[in-house]
C-alpha cells in the first residue's frame, strides 16, 4: 500500500503543549494526488496536525515524511508545500496581484514569467479582472480565491487547507465546495484539508480520516466511514444516526431495542455487547405483516426538504430516528423493517468504567486522584486494584456540593431510551455516564459514586 | 439642542476656552506690534534674523535626530516586546513604560547630575541622550501596539509562501508596523521641536533650541515676537501632521 504513489507518510506524531497532549501517535499516510480531509470537531488536534505538516509546529515526537525524506527539521518557508489560511491572511498592505505573486517574486522569477504566472492563475479562480484590487475591497468568497490563487502559483507539492470555507455564508460554500472540487481534479495537486464540517467532507473527499481528542478514530473513504463506522463517535458524527446498545447472539444473529435482527456481521463472538448503528433512512415502513419486525407509533414528522424526519416509539419502549420520503401522521401505528445489510454491528469500546486504583485505608480507595468510599473487604491497605463501576451507577449533579468529583460534558450519546454520556474531569481522565436526565454539552457536572457501586478486583486481571 | 449631544457642551466650552482661545491669542499677538497695532513685522524679524534661523534650524536637525534614534533604538526593543517568544512576561512592557510614569523634568535633572558627576562635558551628545531617554517609551508604546495587534498569520502566510525570517520581516511586519512608526514619530518629534527644558539642563544653556527662544521672549515680555515664532512652530507642526495623513491613506 505505501508504495511508490505515497506522498506523505506520518508516523508516530505525537505533540505537547506542557503537559497536555493534543495528538497521541498519528499514522497516517498521503497518496499522491488525493484529496485527504481531516475531520472532527473543534479541538480534536486536526487543525494542529496540519500546522506540523505546514512546518509552524515542530512535534514532540515522531516524523513526517515528504516524498520519503524526512522534513521535521525543514522550516516552512523550504518546504514545497503552501497553505490556505482560515481567515485568508491576505497582505492588506498589498493589491490583488501583489498578494498573489508575492511567492514568486521571492524566487526572483523574471516579472514578465510573473505576470504571465498571475494571469493563469487568477483565471483559474475566476478572478481575472481583479488585479489592481485592494484586498479589503473584496468579498469573502473573492479573498477566498485570491488566498487559494496565492498558494497554488508556487506549484505546491500538496496543498494544505485549513478549515477555507467556514467563513462564507452556506450558498457560497456549496459553489466553492464544487470548484475546489474541480480544481483538485484539473491540477492533479495532492489536497490536504481541515474541516469540522461533515458534509463538506463527505462532498469533497477521497479519503476522510476523522480524528477525536488527539486519535485518528477511522480512515476511509467517504462511503466506508458513512456506511461503517468503528465506533460510536464516528457513527454519530458523520450523518444522523440510531445508535443503541445491543447483543451479538452468534455470527449474523444481534438483539437490539429488545428484538432480534439478522444482520451480515461476524466474529464478534457469542454473547457479546455491541453498539448497533441503523441510519435513519435505512429504516423502511412496510403494510406486509410478513416482513413486519417490530412496531412503532409516529411521534413527531417534520418536513426536511428531501425527506420527513420521524421520531417513532417503538413497541419495546426505544425512541428512532426515521427519514422516509413519505410522510405518517402522528399518533399512527406503523410497521418497521431493517435490512440485515443496514445493520451496522460496532465493537463496543467499553462495557463500565474501570480505573487502575490503590486501597489507600479501610473502606477508601483511590483512583482519578481522588479517594472514595468503598467495600474493601479481601483487600489490604497498598494493593493496586481495579476499580469497576457501571455507567448507570454514576451519578451526576448540578452542583459541586456533595460530589466526589467535577468535570464537564464532553460528548452525549442518545441510545435509544437513554444517554450516554462522555465527562471529562477537571484533573484529568474520563468518566462515562448512563442517564435519563438532559445534559447539554460542556455542563459542569458533580460526580458522586456510592460505595457499593464501586467493585474491586485484583489488579492485573486484564481489561474485561 | 437634544439632550444626548448636551452632555458635550462641557467640553465643548473646555475646548473653546482652553484650545480655540488661546490659538486665536497666538495668532492675534504674532500680528500685533508692542501697541496693538496690526503688523507683519515680528514674522518678518524672525525670517531676516540669521541667530533665529539657525536656532530654528539647529532645532530641527536636533529633532530630526532624536527621533531617528528613538526609531533606532525603540524598533527593536517593540519588536523584542511583542514577540511571544522572546518575551513571556507583560512586566517587562511595562518596565519600558514606566519611565513616563516620572515627570520629565525629574529625570532629566538627575540625568544633568549624573552627567556632572561623571565628568561628562555637557553639549549636543548629552542632550541627544537626554532627549531619546525621555521620548524613547512614546516611540516603542505605538510601534509596540501595532505589532501586538498584528495578526500572526500574516508573518506564517509569508514564510509559507517561501520568505526566509528576514524576507517576513522586511515584506510583511515592517510595512505592516508603520502606522505605529508614524504614531511614535509624531509623538517624538513635535515634541522635541519645542523642547527648552532639556535643552537648558543638559547642555548648561550651551545648545539653545527653539523652544528656548521662545521662553525666552516671553520671559523677556516680547509677547508678540514669542507669539510669532510659536506661530511658526505651529505650522510646523501642521505640515508634519498632513503629511502623516497623506502617508497613512497611501499604504
Redesign the interface.
Known amino acids: 500500500m505505501r508504495g511508490k504513489d505515497t506522498i506523505i507518510n506520518i508516523e508516530g506524531l505525537s505533540q505537547s503543549y506542557g503537559d497536555k497532549q493534543v495528538l497521541h501517535d498519528i499514522n497516517l499516510y498521503v497518496r499522491r494526488g488525493e484529496f485527504v480531509t481531516l475531520l472532527g470537531p473543534s479541538g480534536c488536534g486536526k487543525t494542529t496536525l496540519l500546522r506540523l505538516i ?1 512546518g ?1 509546529l515542530q512535534p514532540t515526537e515522531g516524523r513526517i515524511l515528504l516524498e520519503g525524506r524526512d522534513i521535521s527539521g525543514i ?4 518546504r514545497p ?3 490556505v ?3 485568508y ?5 498589498l493589491d490583488v496581484y501583489d498578494n498573489v505573486a ?2 514568486l517574486k ?2 526572483k522569477v523574471p516579472e514578465d514569467e510573473i505576470e504571465k504566472r498571475v494571469k493563469r492563475v487568477l483565471k483559474l479562480v475566476s478572478m481575472s479582472d481583479y488585479e489592481d484590487r485592494d484586498v479589503n475591497s473584496l468579498s469573502g468568497g473573492q479573498q477566498q480565491r485570491v488566498a487559494i490563487a ?2 497554488l502559483i ?1 506549484q505546491p507539492r500538496v496543498l494544505l487547507l485549513d478549515e477555507p470555507l467556514a467563513a462564507l455564508d452556506l450558498k457560497m460554500r456549496k459553489d466553492m465546495q464544487i470548484e475546489l472540487k474541480e480544481m483538485h481534479k484539473k491540477l492533479g495537486i495532492t489536497f490536504i484539508y481541515v474541516t469540522h464540517d461533515q458534509e463538506e467532507a463527505l462532498t469533497l473527499s477521497d479519503t476522510i480520516v476523522v480524528m477525536n481528542e488527539g486519535i485518528i478514530q477511522q480512515i476511509g473513504t467517504p462511503i466506508d466511514i458513512y456506511n461503517e463506522p468503528v465506533n460510536a463517535f464516528v457513527a454519530d458524527f458523520i450523518g444522523d444516526s440510531n445508535i443503541l446498545n445491543g447483543k451479538m447472539f452468534r455470527d449474523r444473529r444481534v438483539a437490539f431495542i429488545k428484538h432480534e435482527f439478522d444482520c451480515v456481521d461476524e466474529g464478534f463472538g457469542e454473547n457479546v455487547s455491541v453498539d448497533v448503528v441503523v441510519r435513519p433512512e435505512d429504516i423502511y415502513f412496510t403494510t406486509d405483516p410478513a416482513k413486519c419486525q417490530f412496531t412503532a407509533k409516529v411521534n413527531s414528522c417534520t418536513f426536511k426538504g428531501v425527506h420527513y424526519e420521524m421520531w417513532v416509539d417503538t413497541d419495546t419502549g426505544y425512541e428512532l430516528m426515521i427519514q422516509d420520503y413519505d410522510p405518517y401522521p402522528v399518533g399512527s401505528e406503523v410497521m418497521l423493517y431493517i435490512d440485515p445489510d443496514d445493520i451496522q454491528v460496532m465493537k463496543k469500546e467499553r462495557r463500565f468504567n474501570s480505573y487502575d486504583a490503590r486501597v489507600t485505608g479501610e473502606g477508601k480507595v483511590m483512583f482519578l486522584d481522588t479517594e472514595f468510599a468503598c467495600h474493601t473487604e479481601g483487600f489490604n491497605i497498598g494493593d493496586q486494584v481495579r476499580a469497576d463501576i457501571r455507567f448507570e451507577r454514576v451519578d451526576l449533579l448540578d452542583h459541586e456540593e456533595g460530589a466526589d468529583l467535577t468535570g464537564n460534558v464532553v460528548f452525549i450519546l442518545y441510545k435509544g431510551d437513554h444517554y450516554h454520556l462522555t465527562v471529562k474531569i477537571a484533573g484529568g481522565g474520563h468518566i462515562w455516564v448512563d442517564t435519563h436526565d438532559i445534559w447539554d454539552k460542556g455542563d459542569f457536572v458533580g460526580i458522586r459514586i456510592l460505595p457499593e457501586d464501586i467493585k474491586l478486583s485484583k489488579a492485573l486481571s486484564g481489561d474485561e | 439642542m437634544n439632550k444626548r449631544s448636551s452632555w458635550a457642551l462641557p467640553y465643548f466650552i473646555f475646548l473653546v476656552l482652553f484650545v480655540v482661545l488661546p490659538l486665536l491669542l497666538i495668532i492675534v499677538y504674532a500680528l500685533q506690534d508692542g501697541s496693538g497695532r496690526f503688523t507683519l513685522s515680528n514674522l518678518g524679524k524672525f525670517f531676516t534674523d540669521r541667530d533665529s534661523l539657525s536656532t530654528f534650524a539647529l532645532s530641527l536637525e536636533v529633532a530630526i535626530e532624536n527621533t531617528l534614534l528613538c526609531i533606532l533604538i525603540g524598533y527593536p526593543a517593540a519588536y523584542i516586546l511583542a514577540d511571544k517568544q522572546l518575551n513571556r512576561s507583560a512586566v517587562t512592557v511595562v518596565l519600558f513604560i514606566l519611565p513616563m510614569w516620572i515627570n520629565a523634568l525629574m529625570r532629566t535633572l538627575a540625568t544633568a547630575e549624573l552627567f556632572t558627576m561623571a565628568g561628562v562635558h555637557l553639549g549636543k551628545g548629552t542632550l541627544l541622550f537626554g532627549m531619546c531617554y525621555d521620548y524613547l517609551p512614546f516611540m516603542i508604546y505605538p510601534i509596540y501596539n501595532q505589532l501586538n495587534k498584528m ?1 500572526k ?2 508573518a ?9 525570517p528576514g ?1 517576513v520581516f522586511r ?2 511586519t515592517l ?2 508596523s508603520m502606522p505605529g512608526v508614524w504614531s511614535g514619530v509624531m509623538m517624538v518629534f513635535m515634541p522635541t521641536v519645542s523642547t527648552f527644558a532639556i535643552a537648558e539642563f543638559l547642555t548648561n544653556n550651551k545648545i539653545k533650541l527653539f523652544g528656548t527662544i521662545i521662553q525666552e521672549n516671553i520671559n523677556n515680555s516680547m509677547w508678540n515676537y514669542g507669539a510669532a515664532l510659536s506661530l511658526v512652530m505651529l505650522v510646523i507642526i501642521a505640515i508634519t501632521t498632513v503629511l502623516q495623513k497623506e502617508d497613512a491613506d497611501e ?1
Open positions: 505546514a509552524f522550516p516552512p518557508y523550504r508545500l503552501n497553505t489560511f482560515q481567515r491572511a491576505l497582505f492588506p498592505h508575492f511567492g521571492l524566487q496565492r498558494a508556487n | 495578526d498569520s500574516y506564517e502566510a509569508a514564510q509559507d509562501l517561501g520568505a526566509t524576507e515584506k510583511v510595512p505592516l499604504s
